[in-house]
Every structure is written in C-alpha cells, then in structure tokens.
C-alpha cells in the first residue's frame, strides 16, 4: 500500500518543483512535440490540451497527443520531458513497436479479466470447498498482471526516446538534461510501484491457493 503512495508522491512534488524550472528554449510543450512529431514525419498527429493534473496521453485510435493545460501552456523542464515522452509513445506507435502493440491487444482482454477476478476470487476464499474458484481468480488476475509488465519496457522506451530527441533537437541544454530525466524517472516509478503491487498480489493469492491442496 505504502509503496504506490510513494510514487505518486515523487512524481508529483518532483513535477511540481521542475515545472517551475523554464526551459532555456522558451518553448512550451506543445511546440515540443509539434517539433518532434513534424521531425519524425509523424505531422498527421495532432497535439491538443487536455483538461486535468498530469493528465497527458496518447490516443493511438485518434492519432492525438494530450498534454495537460499547464505543459501545453507553459515552458518548462518538466513540460518538456512530459510532452516529449508522449510523442515516445506516437513514434511507437508509427513504428509498430512491439511491445505496443502487443498491450493495445491485451489491454480490452485485461480489463475484463481484472474486473472478473475478484467475483472468483472472494468465492474461492470464502467457500474454502470451492478452491477451484479461487485458481480461476488467479489466471484471470494473471491476465491484468502480465498487461503491467508488459507496460513497463513501453513507457522505459518512450523516456528514453524523449531525453534523445530534446537532447538532438537542442530543445534543451546540458544542465537540463538531470533534471529532465528527474522527471521522467519520477514518472516511471509510479508504473514501476503498481506493477510491484501487482505480482506481490498475485503471489499471496498463490499462496493461498497452493496452501489448500
């Protein structure tokens, strides 16, 4: 329980002291990933402000890249990083990049699965006779868990294509880049937290399985 209220702790006191930092480049993170996108042939997608914190995405059935009022707005270090990390995810997507792909499949399929979960596992752990229940509470939640792991190498690659392209495009200096990279390891720990929750769940949950037999 502990460790995703860290996260999302560090991501957001670490987003709230760099998007104080304005970027040497003076733009804001809707001209960053405009210059990205156009860059990288991708001038089909558009860039649009969405509503909400941290609410930045990418839509890969529009063809869209969100970025919360304040990074689409503004021009900081934070907002740069956060911009150029969801256009990681547009030039994934334009290049079919595997592990996309594959959790675009997985992710309706896992959605069902973790919801359906629990109705068999609070019967199987309830009615200790119907253990059944139980395991097949666990293979559906397995579903849900493998659609966390494989979102750890998507979001690590689109970070890392970021801090490449503001760094080859001069969007920012030297003594930035630290503190953009801040910013996006922030970030990446809250996926980290939730898929360690996640397996550590799965795993007492087989416990509990295997210890019935």
Do not use: C
Request: aromatic fraction near 8%; proline fraction near 2%; hydrophobic fraction near 50%.
């Amino acid at each position: 329980m502990l460790l995703p209220l860290y996260a999302q702790f560090k991501v957001k006191n670490t987003y709230n002291k760099y998007v104080k930092v304005r970027s040497t480049s003076g733009m804001t993170g809707a001209q960053v990933a405009r210059l990205i996108l156009d860059r990288n042939g991708l001038e089909d997608v558009k860039v649009v402000e969405s509503k909400g914190f941290l609410s930045d995405h990418y839509n890969p059935l529009t063809k869209t890249v969100a970025l919360s009022s304040q990074n689409y707005h503004e021009a900081s270090v934070a907002g740069t990083a956060i911009a150029a990390h969801e256009v990681g995810h547009a030039i994934q997507d334009a290049e079919a990049y595997a592990f996309l792909r594959f959790r675009h499949r997985l992710a309706p399929v896992a959605n069902i699965t973790s919801n359906a979960s629990w109705i068999f596992i609070i019967i199987g752990i309830l009615a200790s006779s119907m253990n059944f229940m139980l395991g097949i509470g666990i293979a559906l939640m397995a579903v849900g868990v493998l659609f966390q792991i494989v979102t750890l190498p998507v979001e690590f690659n689109a970070s890392t294509r970021a801090m490449n392209h503001i760094v080859e495009l001069g969007i920012i200096r030297n003594e930035e880049e630290p503190h953009a990279k801040k910013v996006l390891s922030a970030a990446a720990m809250t996926y980290v937290a939730a898929t360690a929750v996640a397996v550590m769940e799965l795993l007492r949950l087989l416990l509990i399985f295997t210890s019935r037999d």
